[in-house]
């Protein structure tokens, strides 16, 4: 595999072109991630300006059919996640875009450098992320897609099952269930509903469809509507550890 940039394995996910890079750079190398029921590539990505970084990339031909998701959309639902966390402003899911790789169009998201060390992380940056799945309606939030960079943020990766205009959350981050939201996480939602009314929503309103769309403008609503954190015995089924 060719060599990474001396400073590390991937770009910085706050520099400012981030998701240019992501879309524009040449695909220098593509290795199969063996992890998981859909094709899944490791590339090294290199730009003339910023060099080399890794990225992960999932094409669209390389998705298992499900039966209660639509075929060929799983990289779809990747980016539109990454999309409504932006506008959040939590920093939560890795810029993640819609490109082209050696096997067709598909997600391609920057590459986290989990730390070995493991670490501790706020208890607010997982009410967040428990906040953000109960946005994205997300079907497959096992522990094993959630990390700790080695900067010390908190991330989740694997959006593929998101956006279902059915109730399907399924998580293990129900340590909140039937507490108050935070007032400044309440502010959040209330701008992030706002935003998804004006121009700023234009790619995410792309990458679904009208039901989906929504559907996901409800539970923005019912989230701000109760200011509490879903029950799991009511609306969904909990991952066990």
Not at 12 to 36: C, F, K, M, N, Q
């Amino acid at each position: 595999m060719a060599a990474f940039q001396p400073e590390g394995m991937a770009w910085a996910p706050d520099r400012p072109d981030v998701l240019e890079l992501l879309a524009r750079s040449r695909h220098l190398d593509t290795r199969s991630i063996v992890y998981g029921s859909n094709a899944c590539f490791l590339i090294v990505l290199e730009d003339v300006s910023a060099g080399r970084s890794l990225a992960v990339y999932k094409p669209a031909r390389g998705e298992y059919p499900l039966w209660d998701f639509p075929e060929g959309t799983l990289h779809r639902r990747e980016v539109a996640s990454f999309e409504v966390d932006r506008l959040l402003g939590w920093r939560l899911v890795p810029p993640t875009v819609l490109g082209r790789g050696r096997h067709g169009p598909g997600s391609i998201q920057l590459f986290v450098e989990e730390s070995e060390a493991g670490g501790q992380v706020p208890v607010s940056s997982l009410r967040r992320l428990a906040l953000l799945d109960w946005i994205l309606n997300n079907a497959d939030r096992k522990a094993d897609h959630i990390l700790v960079s080695t900067s010390g943020q908190l991330l989740g990766i694997d959006h593929g099952l998101t956006f279902h205009v059915q109730p399907k959350l399924r998580t293990i981050l129900w340590h909140f269930a039937g507490e108050r939201i935070d007032d400044s996480d309440l502010d959040d939602l209330r701008r992030l509903r706002a935003l998804l009314q004006g121009p700023s929503s234009r790619r995410v309103h792309h990458l679904l469809d009208p039901l989906e769309w929504k559907a996901l403008l409800r539970r923005i609503d019912g989230l701000v509507a109760g200011e509490v954190f879903p029950d799991p015995a009511h609306k969904a089924i909990p991952y066990r550890w």
